[in-house]
Each structure stands twice: as C-alpha cells, then as structure tokens.
C-alpha cells in the first residue's frame, strides 16, 4: 500500500509540472489561481470572497484575475506566484491587496519560465485600482482590455498593502500599443502603503500611476518610497492623468539590450493627459533622492546599433513633475520639456529640477546642449539656472564623471556615491516648500544611496534581485527545514489517497490558537475542520469525510490540508479518489 501511495502521488506531481511547463522542483505544493493553465489569453476569472495565500505552497497565476470590489486576497512574506502568459493580477476599485513582505522573505511575482529562458512579457503584471481622484471620467486601464473603471473622489482611499515585493518579466502584450505595465496604479489613494517594490525587465513601463494620491507625510516608509526598476523596456517612472505623489528613494539601472523599438525609452516620463489640458487635478508628482541610471552606465558601454534609448526625462502634456536632490545618467539626451504649458510651470517655479544632477553623452540635432532645445529654446538656460545645478552638466560628459562606485556589473551594481562624487560634495537642500510638504526625509547626500555604506547595509538590500534570470522559485526558504523539524507544527493525514475519509492527525509545540482548514487545488477554502486554542505539546485527529461547508461532497482530485498556527503554518496534499 505505502508502494502504492508514493507512486501516485509522485505522478500527480509529475503531470502537475508537465502540464505547468516548467521544470519545477515539487518542494511546495502546487495551487493554480484563476481559470486554469491552459485557458485561452484574456479569460477573465472573478475573486468573490476574502481569499488568504499561504508561503508555503506556489501558485500559479492564470488568466485575467480580479478581485472583486468589497474582497481582498492576502499575500504573506515568502510567497511566490508565478504568472502563465498572459496572466495578470487585478485588484479591482473598492478591493483591497494584502501583500505583506518583508526584507528577509520578500513576496515574488516572476514568470512561469525556467531558469536562462525569462523574456520581458513573458506574463502580465499587478494592476491597483482604486478611488482616488483623476483627471479623466471613468477611465479603464489599456484601452478597456482590462476590466474594472478606477479614480473617484476619495484622496485618501485605501487599497491595502504592497510592500516588500518584486515583480519579474512583466508586460504581457495584450494587443498592438497595449502592454501591461510592472506595477500600474490606477487611482490609488494615500492610504494604501506601497513601498520597496522592484520590477524587473517590463515589457513596458516599469512603474506607471494614473491619477491618484500618494504620499502624505506619514514618514520614511511612505506610500510610493524605495523603488527599483532593473532593464526594463520602456519608460522607468510614467505618471500620467493628475497624479499627486510624493516618492523617494527611487532606484532605477537599464540593461542597454532591451529598449522599445517602436516608442522612446525614457526615464521619467510625465503627461497631464492627451490632448494636453489644465483639467485639474493636473499631473505634479515630486521625486527626491533619486539614481537613475540609463544604458550607458560606463563609459566604454556601446549601444546596440538599433535602439530606442532617448531622455533621461520627458516632461509635457501640461505635467509639472519635479524633482529635488538626485541624479539622472546614462542617457543619450539630458531634458526634453515639452508644450507650452509645462514650459510656463518650469518659468513659474512650479515644476522644478533643483540639486539634481544630469550625465548625458549627446547633444540632440540642433541643441547646443545635451537638452532638447528644438522644443523649447530656453530648457538648457531654465536648467543651468535651477538651484544646485552644475551648468557644466549640461554639456556632454563621461558616466564616470559623476563618481558612482561601480556600474559595470548589470547583475551586481554598486551605485553608492564615491566621497569625491558631485552627490556629496554638492549636498542635498530640502528648503522648497515642496519637499516640507512631502515630508521627505532629509539625507545630506543626493541621489538614493548613501555614501559610505556597502549595497548590503543600503535599503535594498535582501529583498532585491538582480539576476532574475537565474532566480530559482520552487526551493525551501533558508531555515524553512529547521523550522518544521523543530516540532512546532506538524500534520499528516492517512489514509493517503483515500475515499472517501482520511484522518488528519496533527501536533503542535507551542501553546496558542490552532486551525485546520481544507483547501482545494484553486486555493479556494472548503472546510474549517478545528479552530481552537491549543496548549504546549497538544496533538490529536480530525476526521474529513471529504464534505464542503455545507455537506455537500467534494470532487475527486487533490486537496490541501493547512495547520496554521500564529507562527508558522504547514501544508501537505491529500488525493480523493471515487
């Protein structure tokens, strides 16, 4: 019989990776999210209850996946979800979005893709939606191909949490000109925390925020605070139809091989809205402590001989974003300030580039600086002018002149300042009423590394990856072993297969509430089978005779046992047979 068992369950898990087309290692169980791999692009799947992910199990992200407005979906710490092709993560206005990470076991969303074979796009990405103001009415994300209209007017509406996280191989290509971004937030509000986030090789915009508020002066961790974009495609930070932000600490390296060869490849890039227009809220976001590194990150990098790589920033459309105390290098062309409207907020003190740094090694057609002077004759003279700016930076210089540590390892950089660097020995000004209105915090360097300190006592460190394409997903977690063989929770069930009852006997170490919960093969719970405070050292059976909730009988197939406890929670898989 033990024979018997072994087998079996052995071929389920072979099919199970077979059928997922990846080579998975099978240390955690496997549960499929949405309408199943396979299903065909764009089938959309709808979240109708309050649903709790758990660390120890992958799952497998399929199709279009809502969640509907009034629910919520739990991320913990640890968790890894793997997107199929075109699969996409919805969080629809009115939901909300737990992803609760942490430096030591970030939450990762990467492509259902070995090893050496990841490609931007290679799936969707996170969409937030939520109900804070906009400048359009009623606006859809990618031209109505993602379900679910967003903005409002509540500045301060709370879709959840994302923090600690990193999405990988994102941007799913839904049609011509309809990518998904990395992470796209949609009128979000204030009061949804989204810090430390890292996206990874986008097939479209890294980061990009239509309408919405963030920031608010709740302090260092605050919404929209500790960004990274490694290699991605398009543009790097894209704010778009009145976005109010505040965002510091913000991180971005290009990898010179991908760029988007039907658009520009910018770093920031700004819009009102198109046609251009004043309708308030006008897009004003503020960045501050910001590195931004484009592809020409050395100075003996060469770019490809075709590619799209344009601006370190391209602000127009009436969007008056500015930023304070950081560096931008690495891109052919400095500024392109374009339309009259943006150019008057520049004049007028209301968008503004102060103590910022700018390396660029081109001077676009016609310019007599690296700015682009085509679009607006006075962009080089209105920089040169901006407080703490260098007009010297306005001339095509060397990356290394701006004294980074060291840019020449894509999957190992070091971007913390050198003590001779320009980002210390010109210091941060935090003295614009901008930045007091932000509450940002007031670092004497610029840029977003301290000098001095190694990468591993820098904010990234831990939580980032930067070599996703040899990132492996299905290993247990550093200790994850100890942790179960330590006692603290243990469980199994027997018979296994069986039918149609299987006992699931169980034991704890330490006292505090216990629960025993049935799950399915979809992550969708079926029955709570104990709910109780347990002492030290308890331990026990619960019986499933392979009922729902509601008495009802289940399918045949595979199910999850789950024993949580307020410290660690173990999943194992049980088969029903008939």
């Known amino acids: 019989m033990k024979s018997f068992i072994r087998i079996s369950i052995l071929a389920l898990v072979l099919v199970s990776t077979v059928f997922a087309g990846q080579a998975l290692a099978g240390w955690k169980p496997q549960v499929v999210l949405g309408p199943g791999i396979g299903s065909p692009a764009q089938t959309p799947y709808h979240q109708t209850w309050n649903r709790t992910l758990s660390a120890d199990t992958l799952y497998v992200l399929t199709g279009f996946y809502y969640v509907d407005s009034t629910y919520s979906i739990t991320i913990p710490e640890g968790t890894t979800v793997l997107g199929d092709t075109a699969s996409v993560l919805c969080i629809q206005r009115g939901a909300q979005i737990h992803a609760t990470g942490s430096a030591e076991r970030p939450i990762v969303f990467a492509p259902l893709k070995d090893p050496g074979n990841r490609n931007p796009g290679d799936w969707g990405g996170v969409i937030i939606l939520g109900e804070a103001p906009c400048n359009r009415v009623e606006p859809v994300i990618e031209g109505g191909l993602i379900e679910g209209h967003f903005g409002g007017n509540d500045p301060a509406d709370d879709s959840g949490e994302f923090y600690y996280c990193r999405i990988e191989y994102p941007g799913y290509r839904i049609e011509e000109g309809n990518e998904v971004n990395g992470l796209t937030m949609g009128g979000v509000g204030s009061e949804t925390e989204i810090h430390h986030v890292q996206v990874s090789y986008s097939n479209d915009d890294s980061f990009e925020w239509f309408g919405g508020v963030q920031g608010g002066g709740r302090g260092p961790e605050d919404t929209g605070n500790y960004l990274v ?3 991605g495609i398009d543009d790097v930070f894209d704010t778009d139809f009145g976005h109010q932000g505040c965002h510091q600490f913000c991180f971005h390296i290009r990898d010179p091989l991908w760029s988007d060869l039907e658009g520009q490849a910018n770093g920031f890039e700004s819009d009102s809205y198109k046609p251009a227009a004043t309708t308030p809220p006008v ?15 050395t100075d ?25 105390n950081s560096v931008i290098m690495g891109f052919p062309y400095g500024l392109t300030i374009r339309d009259g409207c943006t150019q008057t907020g520049a004049i007028n003190d209301d968008m503004n580039f102060h103590y910022t740094s700018i390396q660029a090694s081109q001077r676009p057609s016609g310019s007599t600086s690296v ?12 920089f040169d002018a901006e407080p703490g700016n260098n007009p010297l930076h306005s001339q095509p210089r060397l990356p290394s002149s701006v004294g980074l540590t060291d840019m020449s390892d894509l999957n190992d ?59 492996v997903y299905d290993e247990p977690e550093t200790g994850a072993d100890d942790a179960v063989a330590s006692g603290k929770v243990s469980s199994q069930n027997y018979p296994n297969p069986f039918n149609p009852v299987t006992n699931i006997a169980y034991s704890v170490q330490q006292a505090g509430p216990v629960t025993i919960e049935v799950y399915n093969i979809s992550g969708k719970l079926v029955k709570t089978l104990l709910s109780e405070e347990l002492t030290a050292g308890a331990s026990g059976t619960v019986v499933w005779d392979g009922t729902d909730e509601h008495g009802q009988k289940c399918a045949s197939g595979v199910y999850f046992a789950r024993v949580s406890t307020p410290d660690l929670t173990q999943s194992h898989k049980m088969v029903m047979l008939k």
Not at 433 to 453: I, K, M, T, W
């Open 229 to 231: 974009a490694l290699g």
């Open 283 to 297: 897009t004003d976001p503020t960045f501050a402590s910001c590195t931004i590194v484009g592809p020409e990150r």
């Open 300 to 324: 003996d990098t060469t770019l490809p001989p075709v590619h799209a790589f344009e601006y370190a920033a391209c602000i127009r459309r009436c969007s008056l974003q500015s930023l304070f």
């Open 371 to 382: 700015h682009d002077e085509g679009r607006w004759a006075g962009v080089t003279a209105w």
């Open 413 to 471: 950089p070091d971007p913390t300042p050198l003590v001779t660097s320009e980002l210390v020995t010109t210091p941060a000004n935090w003295a614009h009423s901008e930045c007091v209105d932000c509450n940002f915090e007031q670092v004497s360097y610029r840029g977003a590394f301290a000098p001095g300190l190694t990468m591993d006592e820098q904010w990234t460190a831990g939580w980032t990856e930067f070599d996703p394409q040899n990132a």
